[in-house]
C-alpha cells in the first residue's frame, strides 16, 4: 500500500498565483515525521521542512507555508506569489517507527512556474 | 566534510562490467540509503543502513547489485554486469538519527553503453 501519496503529477501556475501541493500519507505509528524537499533542474535534493506527528502548528517561511491536518493525514505545502525560480519537482516524504525510521517518499508533483 | 560526498560524479562504462560507486556521508550519521533516479522519475529507494541494524536491502532490482557501509560511515554500492537499464543518477543520503532529515549528496550520473 501506498505511504505516501502526492496525487498531482504536474502542476502548471503563471508567476505570481498561489499553488499547493498536496501529500497524503497512512501510517499507524503514532510517532512520525514528515517532510519536503525540493529538486530543481540542476538535480540537488534540498531538505525544507520536517513536522514530527506532535506539532501540528502550520508553518510559514517567507512564501512558503505548511498545513499538518492529522485528522485528514494531510501535510500540504503552499507556495504565495510562485515565481519561476520556484520551478522543480517537490516531494513529500515520511518516516516512521515501524519502519525503523527509513524515509518513504511520495512520487513527486513537478512544478512549473511560467513568466 | 561539511556534506554528503559521492564518487564519481558521472561514470561511463561498457555493458557488461562492474562498477563501484561511492558515498561519503555526513561524520557521525548513523543512517544511509542509497536511492536511484532515472530520468523525470521519482526517488527508487536501493538499500537503507541504520546504525548496527541489519540493512534493509528489499529495494535493490537484482543480486548484481550490492552494498556495504564500512566502520559505520562508508558505503560502496556494487553493480556487476552492467545492463543499459543501469542507467540513471544514483543518490546517497544521511541523516544523524531515526526521524531527523536526510542530506543529499550530488549523485553520480552512471550511463551504461
Known amino acids: 500500500a501506498q505511504k505516501v501519496t502526492q496525487a498531482q503529477t504536474e502542476i502548471s501556475v503563471v508567476e505570481k498565483e498561489d499553488v499547493t501541493l498536496d501529500c497524503v500519507y497512512e501510517?499507524?505509528?503514532?510517532?512520525?515525521?514528515l517532510f519536503w524537499y525540493k529538486q530543481p533542474p540542476s538535480g540537488e535534493l534540498v531538505f525544507l521542512i520536517r513536522?514530527?506527528?506532535?506539532d501540528e502548528q502550520n508553518e510559514i517561511s517567507g512564501r512558503y507555508s505548511w498545513n499538518f491536518q492529522k485528522s485528514t493525514s494531510s501535510f500540504n505545502f503552499t507556495i504565495t506569489a510562485s515565481q519561476v525560480v520556484d520551478s522543480a519537482v517537490y516531494f513529500c516524504?515520511?518516516?516512521?517507527?515501524?519502519?525503523?525510521?527509513?524515509?518513504?517518499w511520495g512520487a513527486g508533483t513537478k512544478l512549473i512556474i511560467k513568466p | 566534510g561539511a556534506g554528503v560526498s559521492q564518487s564519481p560524479s558521472n561514470k561511463v562504462t561498457e555493458k557488461g562490467k562492474d562498477v563501484e560507486l561511492r558515498c561519503d556521508p555526513i561524520?557521525?550519521?548513523?543512517?544511509l540509503y542509497w536511492y536511484r533516479q532515472s530520468l523525470g522519475q521519482g526517488l527508487e529507494f536501493l538499500i537503507y543502513?541504520?546504525?548496527?541494524?541489519?540493512?534493509?536491502k528489499s529495494g535493490l532490482p537484482s543480486d548484481r547489485f550490492s552494498a556495504e557501509r564500512t566502520g559505520g560511515s562508508v558505503s560502496t554500492l556494487t553493480i556487476q554486469r552492467t545492463q543499459q537499464e543501469d542507467s540513471a543518477v544514483y543518490l546517497c543520503?544521511?541523516?544523524?538519527?531515526?526521524?531527523?532529515?536526510?542530506?543529499f549528496g550530488q549523485g553520480t550520473r552512471l550511463t551504461v553503453v
Open positions: 543520503a544521511s541523516s544523524d538519527k531515526g526521524g531527523a532529515e536526510a542530506f
Open positions: 561524520s557521525g550519521h548513523t543512517a
Open positions: 543502513f541504520q546504525g548496527n541494524s541489519a540493512p534493509d
Open positions: 501510517t499507524r505509528d503514532t510517532t512520525y515525521y
Open positions: 513536522r514530527n506527528s506532535f
Open positions: 516524504a515520511l518516516s516512521e517507527l515501524d519502519s525503523n525510521y527509513q524515509l518513504i
